[in-house]
């Protein structure tokens, strides 16, 4: 397994406004997570803002320790990394963010910014850099001489194309693409998305999508997990959790999107309330104050996560 996180937590302290003293509370932004990416698939995350989504890509990108739980990269643990570990990890793990107007420096050339991530121990010369920043332009659809133009000279699906360069250069193994397309006109997308695919097969690439656009992320993966109030409360192959949701929550979330088919309906639910305060979630299943199908055990008793169905996992009492 490419990258394999069991248990993951990030619990952020809450202090006194000066920051003295021990916590008086604890914000739990991840509470338990399990999941795994093998090579060369695509696992796509999806949920609300405040799932934990974003937490959980941070923590994959080392932007974050854990908690609680471990997380391993080619078997081994990264609470155990040296340095030789780290840096062989920055390499082979790479991201791609929302919005290419402020993740990429304006002040920068093209060259420094897509050569940002090869590091001075790497030992490549100046002709080995120029030429692997030129290599991953022209992967990305840019000229081979792009290097000496600045961002502002680029249109956005352009810079989006910069900033996949950028993830490029090192030869990664895995990209954390974060709503790589949320930020792009609607007319580009489907070229960015197109370029991602093409890229993935041709350099045998791993991906987890982060995203709230439940289009984007079914284009890309092939598997899905769906994350509620810092847990998982689902996962399957793609196609089949967009067919036959299992969790309350899942179905509520794809209702809302298009359906598979035009001619095929689906009825939107819409959910009360809100997600829940991360310091007090909810006893029980944490979605029980806002589920249709809630039971009665499910106020009290924490369902289980287990597999319900080949290769299905879900933490719901309708299980
Ligand atoms: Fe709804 Fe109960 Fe399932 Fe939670 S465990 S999703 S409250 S039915």
Redesign the pocket.
Known sequence: MLLQGVGLQKHFPVTSALGLGAPRAWIKALDGVSVHVAEGETLGIVGESGSGKTTLAKLFLLLERPTGGSLSFDGKDVATFDRHDLARYRRAVQAVFQDPYSSLNPRMRVEQIVSEPLRPEDGMTRAMVRDRVAEALQLVGLRRDSGALYPHEFSGGQRQRIAIARALVTYPKFIVLDEPVSALDVSIRAQILNLLKRLQEQLGLAYVVISHDLAAARYLATRLAVMYAGKLVETGACEEVYRGPL???TEALLSAALPLHPSARRERIVLPGEVPNPMKPPAG?R??PR?P???AE?ETVE?EWREVKPGRFTA???W
Do not use: A, S
Request: proline share 13%.
């Open positions: 969790h309350p929550y299943c979605f029980h589920c199908k809630k039971l499910c369902p719901c009492h309708l």
